[in-house]
């Protein structure tokens, strides 16, 4: 299960207002089938399709914390 943050839903109007524009189902997908995944303390740094997933892990639930375009 995946679950967004409050930051994480806000960030969406972010980015939009700055002309990026990422769904839900993108960032569904880079947690589903990531390209490049790394751990860093009690965080995943997950990449796909040139976004960048910062989440946490808590049991069966996926708390995206943040996420952001990168360049690929």
Known sequence: ??????????????????????????????????????AKGKYLHIEKLGIKVIMKKEGDLNKVVTFYPIKS
């Open 1 to 38: 299960m995946i679950y967004f943050t409050k930051y994480a839903d806000k960030k969406f109007d972010v980015l939009n207002k700055h002309g990026v524009f990422i769904t839900k189902e993108e960032i569904e997908d880079v947690i589903k089938l990531p390209k490049k995944t790394q």
